[in-house]
Nanobody
């Protein structure tokens, strides 16, 4: 049974930074692609970033390129999302996801397990 637990969300001013963490249970983490998605109120869930099992390949949504960094520590079964220069429109619940694919894809249906989400609120 895979469980994903996100942490690190909170309230930050525009232009500020946050680091999200996602701790995974189970022995499949080091062989899995991991991703972050987000969902703002009244909007569809959208892809943010993904990382391959080794950490060698990453993929970012265009709006976050250059500001967000996804990384992972397979020894700790944890994936991170460093978010810099945050914008108010990035206020959302951020979800961690785990999938069996070999490439860091941005399609939600490719991910089998999801965390409960962590709220990120960016104030003006």
């Amino acid at each position: 049974q895979v469980q994903l637990v996100e942490s690190g969300g909170g309230l930050v001013q525009a232009g500020g930074s946050l680091r999200l963490s996602c701790a995974a249970s189970g022995r499949t983490f080091s062989a899995s692609t991991m991703a972050w998605f987000r969902q703002a109120p009244g909007k569809d869930r959208e892809f943010v970033a993904a990382i391959s099992w080794s950490g060698g390949n990453t993929n970012y949504a265009d709006p976050v390129k250059g500001r967000f960094t996804i990384s992972r520590d397979n020894a700790k079964n944890t994936v991170y999302l460093q978010m810099n220069a945050l914008k108010p429109e990035e206020t959302a619940v951020y979800y961690c996801a785990q999938g069996a694919g070999r490439s860091p894809a941005g399609r939600a249906f490719l991910y089998d397990y999801w965390g409960q989400g962590t709220q990120v609120t960016v104030s003006t």
